[in-house]
């Protein structure tokens, strides 16, 4: 999250305008002590237009130490088992105000370099590589 979140500070909040067609805000979103997510401010000559949200949720999920061979030969959860909150990310428009072309062409913008960004990230170990080489 740290490094989706330090992403989406240079990408949006400092070039906005320049990447996705509008300026926008990026402020960090904590649960528990930890970084969680961010929200999107997005405006138009100084007027905000509508906030997106791209944060875990606060599903648990329960992990195991490893995966171990049941007698049938079907995999079977062993180990210590701990609890971890924030079963999916998402990312949602957080109110109901009507869109306009600009802003729903930059939504798709920005989310679609961001999507991007967490696959660079699951594939690469950063989502600062650059891929294209």
């Known amino acids: 999250m740290d490094q989706l979140y330090r992403w989406s500070m240079m ?3 400092e070039s906005g305008q320049r990447n996705f067609g509008l300026p926008m805000k990026v402020d960090p ?4 002590e930890r970084l969680w997510g961010f929200n999107v401010a997005i405006f138009s000559e100084g007027v905000k237009l509508t906030d ?3 944060m875990f949720d606060k599903t648990a999920i329960t992990k195991h130490e490893w995966v171990g061979r049941g007698e049938d ?4 959860m062993e180990g210590k088992s701990d609890e971890v909150k924030g079963k999916n990310f998402e990312i ?3 109110d109901s105000e009507p869109v306009t072309e600009d802003l729903r062409s930059c939504i798709r913008a920005y989310c679609t370099a961001l999507v991007a960004a967490l696959n660079r990230y699951y594939a690469f170990g950063s989502v600062f590589v650059d891929d294209a080489q």
């Open 73 to 76: 030969g079907f995999p079977v």
């Open 11 to 13: 990408e949006g909040g």
């Open 92 to 94: 949602w428009k957080m």
């Open 52 to 54: 997106l949200g791209v």
């Open 29 to 32: 979103v904590y649960y528990e």
